[in-house]
């Protein structure tokens, strides 16, 4: 055996992977290089192209999450659950998928931030030609929890109005999609910068949270899809009509008293389950063009740190998507 050989050998057994090793703010995240896993049984081996970023892996990253749910992560931590890539190796009992498949979908554990990570068969779904691997990785989670939000939340119906409170970000712009796509009426708030953008997505009316008038929006809305949150969303609300319904996504806090007064149903929305035949259905329809995927900023993962800031700031448009191998 010469030298190479056993240098390969030796390398394939390790990769690159982002991991924290302490909550804290971006810089806990480290690129560094620790032991690729292999596939389990039932699960697929996935070399990730590009890995989609949430605001739950820096939740989680900050310690907010274990705060909050209570929820203790094994550390190191290698954060990301939205991911594109190719199989590399398939374990016992996979039926589905064989090496060079290209798949998308979401890790039961995290994981994705890395060169390669295994994903139970179940939860991938096959990548159609027309997407690349950045798009299709900024999907399953963001889409999940927008059509999630629009259709089992508030079962939105043809001719409604819906009013979508994010409506340029990861969650916002595929809840504005799906709502239209629904043949609802919609009524997208964000910020003026990203008016032209939600028109394009195919919103109706795009009221700017920065200068518009909320009292202008009381009572419109058959339902409201707030992604953004907040400590006290009165104005949201009051933009229910009577018997309507309010999905939080984004954490938000509304006043009990005044929803029952105004007779609107609170439907909080915790984890939208992952569906590989829906996620399947999305990546067709994003391939026909019938659904767009924003990728507001794509960079390579040793830069992980820097689209945690850039999530962190709740400034991003669309998704942010991070790039692994060449
Ligand atoms: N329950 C679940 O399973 C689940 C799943 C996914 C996400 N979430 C939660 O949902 C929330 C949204 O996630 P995301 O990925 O959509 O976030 P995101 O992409 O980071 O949202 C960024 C967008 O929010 C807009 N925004 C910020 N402040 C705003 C305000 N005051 N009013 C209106 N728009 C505002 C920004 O637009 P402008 O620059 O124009 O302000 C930006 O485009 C997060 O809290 C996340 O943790 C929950």
């Known amino acids: 055996m010469g030298m190479d050989e056993g240098k390969s050998r030796t390398n394939a057994k390790t990769m690159n992977a982002v991991r924290f090793h302490e909550y804290g703010p971006p810089e806990a995240l480290r690129f560094e290089r620790v032991t690729r896993p292999s596939a389990g049984t039932r699960e697929v081996l996935v070399r990730v192209r590009a890995a989609g970023v949430n605001p739950g892996d820096w939740q989680m990253r900050s310690g907010w999450a274990a705060e909050k749910f209570g929820l203790s992560l094994t550390l190191p931590f290698t954060p990301g659950y939205d991911l594109a890539g190719i199989v590399e190796e398939v374990g016992p009992g ?6 060079g498949d290209r798949v998308f979908g979401m ?23 027309a997407l690349d691997d950045v798009q299709a990785a900024g999907v399953p989670m963001s889409a999940f929890t927008a059509w999630t939000a629009v259709h089992a939340q508030a079962q939105v119906l043809p001719g409604q109005t819906v009013l979508i409170n994010g409506a340029s970000g990861g969650v916002g712009h595929f809840a504005l999609q799906f709502a239209k796509l629904a043949g609802a009426r919609v009524i997208a708030v964000t910020s003026g910068r990203n008016r032209a953008f939600a028109e394009a997505l195919g919103a109706d009316d795009v009221f700017d949270y920065t200068a518009d008038d909320w009292a202008a929006l009381a009572g419109v809305a058959d339902a409201v899809i ?36 105004i007779g609107v149903r609170v ?32 960079m390579p993962l040793a830069e992980a740190a820097r689209a945690h800031a850039l999530s962190e700031s709740r400034r991003a448009r669309g998704k942010i998507v991070l790039q692994a191998g060449e």
């Open 226 to 261: 707030d992604t953004v949150g907040g400590e006290e969303t009165e104005a949201l609300v009051r933009s229910v009509r009577q018997g309507g319904s309010l999905v939080p996504v984004g954490w938000g806090r509304y006043s009990p008293e005044l929803a029952r007064k």
């Open 107 to 129: 890790t039961a554990a995290a994981g994705a931030y890395a060169e390669f990570v295994a994903v139970p068969e179940s939860r991938l779904a096959l990548l159609p030609a």
């Open 267 to 298: 439907q909080e929305l915790l984890m939208a389950p992952f569906e590989a035949d829906r996620l399947a259905r999305i990546g067709e329809r994003l391939a026909a063009g019938d659904l767009r995927a924003e990728i507001g900023a794509a």
């Open 94 to 99: 996979v039926t589905r998928y064989r090496a």
